[in-house]
């Protein structure tokens, strides 16, 4: 099973950008679709972006739609999140996660089954 390390949060202004990434280990994410989610204090964990094995397919939701950018690095068996225009509202804890084999991403959690521990993500006002 592949496990899943996620960083690159932290504290930022409305307006700035992170990247945020997840390396993999234990297995190539080549094989992997992989995902980011996102769970805000007192909310459940919503999807944000996904990317299918094959990496052709990408998807996001509505609220991050041509903000945020999903990528996927074989050679470095890294996913990133590429997040830009951050507003208060994308403040939350950042889940990577990943899905063995599955040619079209998900977008809820029941859809993958090995998760990151979790990165920091706050935008100030």
């Known amino acids: 099973q592949v496990q899943l390390v996620e960083s690159g949060g932290g504290l930022v202004q409305a307006g700035g950008s992170l990247r945020l990434s997840c390396a993999a280990s234990?297995?190539?994410?080549?094989?992997?679709?992989m995902a980011w989610f996102r769970q805000a204090t007192g909310k459940e964990r919503e999807f944000v972006s996904a990317i299918s094995v094959n990496g052709v397919s990408k998807i996001y939701a509505d609220s991050v739609k041509g903000r945020f950018t999903i990528s996927k690095d074989n050679a470095k068996n890294t996913v990133y999140l590429e997040m830009n225009t951050l507003k208060p509202e994308d403040t939350a804890v950042y889940y990577c996660?990943?899905?063995?084999?599955?040619?079209?991403?998900?977008?809820?959690?029941?859809?993958?089954?090995?998760w990151g521990q979790g990165t920091q993500v706050t935008v100030s006002s």
């Open positions: 996660a990943s899905k063995y084999l599955a040619l079209v991403p998900g977008r809820t959690t029941l859809n993958y089954d090995s």
């Open positions: 234990g297995r190539t994410v080549r094989q992997y679709a």
